[in-house]
């Protein structure tokens, strides 16, 4: 009977091993408790998640400047910040790619696009590219609802047409605040969309 | 001196009209052709069906992304060496279709590009990237081998024509 103990105990042990070797690079799923982080904005100061403690959620976007599904979705995202923030959603965007990389993508090209395109949100670096891999942000644009108590409420694409606003039948985000304001859960709470993979350094 | 002939083709069936765009270049050296499709599924249902015993090596990418474009030539190789035997290579380019002019004929014309070219203008990806394979998060490059009822799917880029065939053996 001891010896049953010990052998399910090994391998409970081999399971949460396993787990705790394959968990964190699949990153966040609907329903984990997302974590917060202080990331330098275009303007030089630091923003974090506890900046907004009035906050009733966060759209967290993982975007950047050089991909065109990025570029097409710059405006859509300004209009979430301009119509969500006042509502208590703001837009925090952060930029995941090594400018190493992808050059168009450094700290002043980001300043740069930011002030062409008049974003109303912070736009971060993630310097060290320690922050996208925790979300488990695969592309740009990648979006993480997050609610009061930062738990994901909702993960993928702003709506279901990148190229054109008006053509989009479903706005996954809109949707998905609706719904938090409602006191349900968004449906769908994860959607697929085409976009430019994150640009890692190289090791 | 180049030449471009167009013609839109509508097929009927029973639930809905498949709409396919074919554009067809002739340059000096070679005639290149690539076909538009507006729904994955068309494109599942007319050209992602291999026949008896033969292969589709299926590879999803697009002029403006740099990693595909690496990898384009392993494909272009592979499909060179590959063509005596039942082994097809697709391209299938997420390309825009109002960007096709600019971007996408010069890219082809240039690198001469001799596997079969489409472009899939499916903008509804939150439908689609589950049909190719329920485990690709939508970004590019990604690769589809097809055999029959059985597939391989990877978003890894290919570094060489051996990472191809090391794919096909999966099988």
């Known amino acids: 009977m001891k010896n049953v103990f010990l052998k399910s105990s090994a391998l409970l042990l081999l399971f949460f091993f396993t787990l705790a070797l394959t968990g964190p690079a699949d990153g966040y799923k609907v329903g984990d408790k997302a974590t917060n982080f202080s990331l330098k904005n275009i303007d030089g100061e630091m923003v974090s998640l506890s900046d907004y403690p009035d906050a009733k959620g966060y759209i967290v976007i993982f975007t950047c400047n050089e991909c065109p599904y990025a570029k097409m979705y710059e405006d859509r995202i300004n209009e979430l910040n301009n119509k969500y923030a006042s509502q208590g959603y703001p837009v925090i965007a952060i930029m995941p790619n090594d400018p190493n990389m992808q050059p168009g993508d450094s700290f002043e090209n980001m300043q740069k696009r930011a002030k062409e395109k008049g974003f109303t949100f912070p736009y971060l670096i993630d310097e060290g590219q320690e922050i996208f891999p925790q979300y488990g942000a695969q592309k ?64 | 001196m180049i030449y471009l002939l167009f013609f839109l083709g509508q097929f009927f069936n029973s639930s809905s009209i498949i709409s396919v765009t074919t554009y067809e270049y002739a340059s000096a050296s070679d005639t290149l052709r690539y076909q538009i499709f507006e729904h994955y599924d068309d494109l599942e249902k007319e050209i992602l069906v291999p026949k008896d015993g033969e292969i589709l090596v299926v590879n999803f990418w ?22 005596d035997r039942n082994i097809k290579t697709i391209l299938v380019s997420l390309d825009f279709t109002n960007q096709l002019k600019k971007r996408y004929v010069p890219f082809i014309e240039k690198h001469q590009l001799k596997s079969e070219l489409y472009i899939l203008d499916d903008m509804d990806a939150n439908t689609w990237i589950d049909k190719v394979d329920p485990s690709w998060s939508g970004t590019i490059p990604a690769t589809l081998i097809i055999r029959g009822s059985e597939r391989v799917f990877t978003e890894t880029e290919m570094e060489s024509v051996e990472d191809i065939e090391n794919l096909i053996k999966q099988l």
């Open chain 1, 140 to 203: 740009t644009p990648h979006v993480y609802l997050l609610d009061s108590d930062h738990i994901v409420k909702y993960i993928g694409a702003i709506d279901n047409n990148p190229k054109d606003p008006s053509a989009a039948s479903e706005k996954y985000v809109e949707n998905a605040i609706e719904a938090l304001e409602a006191g349900s859960n968004p449906d769908p709470s994860m959607t697929k969309a085409v976009g430019c993979g994150i640009k890692k350094k190289r090791a």
């Open chain 2, 62 to 83: 697009a002029t403006w992304c740099g990693p595909c474009v690496k990898e384009l030539p392993y494909f272009e190789e592979f499909n060179a060496a590959n063509k």
